[in-house]
């Protein structure tokens, strides 16, 4: 696979007959829609010929929600090793709260396709957000750890996932080491079953980072009592923040360089975003808002405003802005560009694979990228 970037004048027919192959590959790969318009500066996939077979191996995981669309499913699942169905809750008591929607078809086509079934256990309280305060109640109290242990060991089996995956956020200081002894009685329950117990970590630098996010995941216990570890290294640029790229690879690069000083390299997973964010302008901390968008729909964004996609080569990440109602606005996302330099970090520290937060839309590009550059593993 080749990247190309759009210039002045071209077409998806010039394109195709500069590498000489049939337009209908460049349409497919990239997703172009009818009747192809391009933007300036547009990172597209090429399949300029038959290529090496990819050497590294890579476990990638994918993140989704039980309303995910089935064809959005049935393409992904073949470029994934596991499937991490987002989210299972509790309640103060340990007992364990399903998703609202039946997640039953996201197990069943994850084992028909030989890709493992992960159920995501996070402490979502009732409002949708992170509530540490259920953290508290459940680590340090022993008869409702043992409760949702319980409970968590049955639903697994009755459900046939194959795993758990540990997603708490917003952890106090004061619970570290509870929350760190947490994950390693859930993987010495689940171990001898042949289940895979994942934590995921925010993205530190150090280990006195302060803040609520960070303050609460010690690195190194979490590398000991977890199977293997997500950094999630994504949200740079979010919802109420400044406009910047959304998983800046050097920044993601700093996160990694501490990471593997805590943890092996070989249980590290790196994560990866599968959206773009589109900001208003002026920002105003406190009152602006940006809007998420798709990869592809960013690009259209661009091509519909007229507008050359930039690139930015600090971040690695393609951004641009746009007039629209008298409003400006600037939007970050993601290509096979920026794509390409995420993956670079895997054989660069020897990383087990990476987690994308999330797949509920379909972006090809980047998964024939993905297979054309790593051995996915399967379980």
Do not use: C
Request: glycine residues 6%; charged residues 20%.
């Amino acid at each position: 696979m080749e990247i190309y970037v759009v210039k002045s004048g071209d077409t998806v027919d010039s394109i195709a007959e500069r590498y000489g192959i049939a337009v209908s590959s460049v349409i497919y790969d990239n997703q172009l829609r009818y009747p192809y318009p391009l933007a300036l500066g547009q990172a597209l996939l090429i399949s300029a010929g038959a290529s090496a077979e990819p050497s590294y191996p890579a476990w990638v995981n994918g993140y989704a929600y039980p309303f995910i669309q089935q064809e959005v499913l049935s393409q992904t699942l073949p470029y994934l090793s596991s499937l991490s169905v987002f989210s299972y809750g509790f309640t103060t008591d340990g007992d364990l709260v399903a998703p609202v929607q039946d997640d039953t078809f996201m197990i069943n086509a994850a084992l028909m396709t030989g890709v493992r079934p992960v159920l995501t256990l996070t402490p979502l309280g009732p409002d949708g957000n992170f509530n540490n305060f259920l953290i508290t109640s459940v680590v340090n109290d022993q008869e409702a750890k043992e409760n949702l242990l319980t409970n968590l060991l049955a639903v697994v089996q009755e459900k046939n996932f194959r795993g758990v995956d540990i997603d708490f956020e917003y952890i106090r200081p004061e619970d570290r080491i509870p929350f760190a002894d947490f994950v390693a009685d859930v993987r010495n329950l689940l171990s001898p079953y042949g289940y895979h117990v994942s934590v995921a970590l925010a993205p530190k630098t150090s280990d006195t980072q302060a803040g609520l996010l960070y303050e609460g995941k010690d690195y190194r216990l979490l590398g000991e009592a977890a199977d293997s570890v997500l950094l999630m290294t994504y949200e740079w640029g979010y919802t109420y923040g400044p406009p910047m790229a959304v998983a800046p690879v050097n920044k993601v690069r700093q996160v990694v360089e501490y990471a593997v000083t805590r943890i092996p390299s070989a249980k590290i997973d790196l994560g990866i975003p599968n959206y773009g964010y589109d900001w208003t302008l002026p920002f105003i901390q406190g009152t602006s808002r940006a809007t998420t968008v798709s990869n592809q729909g960013a690009v259209q964004i661009a091509i519909e405003a007229g507008v050359p996609i930039e690139f930015d080569e600090v971040a690695m990440s393609p951004f641009f802005r746009y007039e629209k109602n008298g409003q400006q606005h600037e939007v970050w996302f993601e290509d096979v560009r920026s794509y390409r330099e995420k993956f670079s970090l895997l054989p660069a520290y020897g990383l087990r694979g990476m987690g994308y937060w999330q797949i509920m839309r379909f972006f090809r590009p980047n998964w024939l990228l993905l297979e054309d550059t790593f051995q996915i593993q399967k379980p």
